[in-house]
């Protein structure tokens, strides 16, 4: 199974494009768990996750993030801003499965 963490400000607005995607890998029959989480809680998930999506709003903490995962062999993207806007949560399923190939 894979593991899918969505990094926001507060782990409030990545949840509903949590479900959205959840939904859409029930529809692909696809065993993924996806969660969300604030990016003061990175650490703590970093080590059990296979991807880390970034909301578009914390950007700005790519960086430092993916050194933090870097060790690890983990991979710390931000979601496009259009796909988060307008919670395409089959689109951010699909980009993160691809990227984790």
Same mark, same amino acid.
Not at 43 to 48: A, F, L, S, V
Not at 85 to 98: E, H, N, P, Q, S
């Given at each position: 199974?894979?593991? =899918? $963490? %969505?990094?926001?400000?507060?782990?409030?607005?990545?949840?509903?494009?949590? +479900?959205?995607?959840? #939904?859409?890998?029930? !529809?692909?029959?696809?065993?993924?768990?996806?969660?969300?989480?604030?990016?003061?809680?990175?650490?703590?998930?970093?080590?059990?996750?296979? =991807? $880390? %999506?970034?909301?578009?709003?914390?950007?700005?903490?790519?960086?430092?993030? +993916?050194?933090?995962? #870097?060790?690890?062999? !983990?991979?710390?993207?931000?979601?496009?801003?259009?796909?988060?806007?307008?919670?395409?949560?089959?689109?951010?399923?699909?980009?993160?499965?691809?990227?984790?190939?």
């Amino acid at each position: 199974m894979k593991n =899918i $963490v %969505l990094c926001c400000a507060a782990g409030m607005s990545t949840s509903i494009l949590v +479900q959205r995607m959840v #939904d859409a890998a029930q !529809k692909k029959g696809i065993e993924v768990s996806i969660k969300a989480v604030p990016v003061a809680e990175f650490k703590e998930n970093i080590e059990r996750a296979d =991807i $880390v %999506l970034l909301g578009p709003q914390v950007k700005y903490e790519q960086a430092k993030l +993916q050194a933090l995962a #870097d060790p690890l062999g !983990k991979k710390v993207v931000v979601i496009d801003m259009m796909d988060y806007g307008l919670m395409k949560g089959d689109v951010v399923l699909d980009k993160a499965l691809k990227m984790m190939e």
